[in-house]
């Protein structure tokens, strides 16, 4: 258990609905970074907050948005939803923000289905 | 930008042999590199890591990786593999930015090891 949550661990629902993933980092750590794992575009990095403000960014698409609350928890929310943003969502968590002493904790990860 | 390709998507091997999983990378700044392991229906576990000093990292449940700069690799090693060893693995690359970091994956080695 590396004491970083996700909920909920499974999500079905419709192409162009709209849904929030939430995670919990481990206790002190105060960034979270978000990735996608898919079958054809394997594991990509998405986004990283520390602290409650932006940090990092990948490809993330204009559809998806996320945020760090003071709390330090973090909710990915993915909108418009297509067949192909079907995946495995995972949220990691470190101490800081860029030092390299810093290792990424990683949830179970949110199922995601579109159908 | 940084990228990681690992060489093989599948490696079978049987129980007790030896074992390595291939990764290189590409990078004209400084490097650290990460083996991480996913056990199925679970998040990734960090298996060792590479940020300076010995070229020879030892890691967790017996593995070990060697950092070659003269030929951008980062391979993975076990010098005897159990059927418990069974799980992706995934080499990363931490790329740090202005004000935050990244992981960047390969597309990762199934490893199989059978009776």
């Known amino acids: 258990d590396s004491g970083v949550t996700q909920t909920p661990k499974h999500l079905i629902t419709a192409t162009g609905q709209r849904v929030t993933l939430r995670c919990s980092p481990r206790?002190?750590?105060?960034?979270v970074y978000w990735y996608q794992q898919s079958l054809d575009q394997g594991l990509q990095f998405l986004i990283q907050?520390?602290?409650?403000?932006?940090?990092a960014k990948g490809n993330i698409l204009e559809r998806f948005s996320a945020q760090q609350f003071p709390d330090l928890h973090s909710e990915l929310n993915l909108s418009s939803l297509e067949l192909g943003d079907s995946a495995l969502y995972f949220c990691a968590s470190s101490l800081t923000s860029g030092g390299v002493h810093n290792e990424q904790f990683f949830g179970p990860g949110t199922r995601l289905t579109v159908l | 930008a940084q990228s990681v390709t690992q060489l093989d998507s599948q490696v079978p091997v049987f129980e007790e042999a030896p074992v390595e999983l291939r990764c290189n990378y590409s990078s004209s700044v400084s490097v650290y590199l990460f083996w991480y392991v996913q056990y199925p229906n679970q998040g990734l576990q960090l298996l060792l890591k590479?940020?300076?000093?010995?070229?020879l990292v030892k890691g967790i449940n017996g593995f070990e990786a060697e950092f070659n700069k003269s030929q951008t690799s980062f391979h993975l090693r076990k010098p005897s593999v159990h059927i418990s060893d069974t799980a992706e693995y995934f080499c990363a690359a931490l790329t740090k930015e202005t004000s935050g970091s990244r992981l960047t994956f390969g597309e990762g080695t199934q490893l199989t090891v059978n009776p």
């Open positions: 590479y940020l300076s000093g010995s070229t």
């Open positions: 907050y520390y602290n409650g403000e932006e940090r």
């Open positions: 206790s002190g750590d105060l960034s």
